[in-house]
């Protein structure tokens, strides 16, 4: 996708070596989804919230919350740890449809209860290794769930199975190292899926030809899971329009390798 005669002296500083260097490296960033719990999700990172004071934290909550209640944004986002006091001030947001925990959570509350009343379309959960039961609870309060993004969740193939209750789900992205090819089997079951991001399964590679049964399915990202090339081989003779990345970078055969 780059052109690569420029650089026949074989000197490593030509200017035309550092455009063709600097292009490759932006294609890579600008090809990423459209997800801003981006880039760091794939090395869990503890949270610093040193430099945040707990009055700075709730304040900027407390100012997120008057915006929905005043039905000026549908949207949170909490960067520090929510706890019992945010869950609580929230809980009356009928409004409320994406909420985004980007610090983790307090150990101790369970979320599917915590959000119970609320109806939101769009989760993410950061830094918290859900398991499976609080995932099945999640899915019965939150029935319209479209966007379900749990980077750093514990869940099992079995949870992924119940994910299929979600009859909305249309881009899914979790994270977590009990996922095996029983999981991939689910995968197909969520009829509306159009984008699939799981980061550290432990899958075969025939799971890929699994995943690529999933109709509706137009990107599939893997991070995480070396398989070898005959695997993805195959999966793109049974889905050559299938958008894929692999640790985050396009796969050669990446139909819109040349995106932006
Ligand atoms: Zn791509």
């Known amino acids: 996708m780059h052109n690569h005669a420029s650089d026949a002296t074989g000197r490593c500083d030509s200017p035309a ?18 997800d801003p719990t981006r880039p760091s999700d794939t090395t869990p990172a503890i949270p610093t919230h040193a430099s945040r004071s707990t009055e700075k934290a709730s304040a900027d909550w407390m100012d997120a919350i ?10 949170i986002v909490l960067e520090s740890v929510a ?9 009356s947001l009928k409004g409320l449809r994406e909420l985004c925990l980007d610090g983790g959570m307090e150990p101790g509350i369970d979320l599917g209860n915590a959000i119970e009343p609320l109806q939101l379309t769009h989760l993410r959960v950061r830094l918290v290794p859900l398991e499976d ?8 309060t ?29 881009l899914l992205r979790i994270g977590s190292p009990n996922l095996t090819d029983e999981a991939a089997r ?13 980061i550290g399964p432990r899958l075969g590679g025939d799971s890929l030809l699994e995943i ?6 137009q990107s599939f990202y893997l991070d995480d899971c070396p398989l070898p090339d005959a695997a993805w081989e195959k999966m793109f003779r ?5 958008h894929v990345h692999i640790d985050q970078a396009h796969h050669d055969r990446d139909p819109k390798r040349d995106h932006l």
């Open 17 to 34: 070596r550092w455009l063709t260097l600097s292009l490759a490296i932006f294609s890579v960033i600008g090809c990423r989804p459209d």
């Open 66 to 75: 008057e915006r929905v209640k005043l039905g000026q944004s549908q949207r």
């Open 83 to 91: 706890d019992e006091q945010f869950f609580a001030a929230i809980q």
């Open 133 to 140: 039961p609080q995932i099945e609870k999640i899915i019965a």
């Open 142 to 170: 939150q029935p319209q769930i479209r966007i379900l993004n749990l980077p750093h969740s514990r869940l099992t193939d079995q949870g992924i199975q119940s994910l299929s209750r979600l009859k909305d789900l249309a």
């Open 186 to 198: 689910a995968i197909p079951q969520m009829v509306r899926l159009s984008s699939l991001h799981l």
């Open 212 to 217: 690529a049964k999933a109709k509706n399915l």
């Open 238 to 242: 049974e889905r050559p329009d299938l």
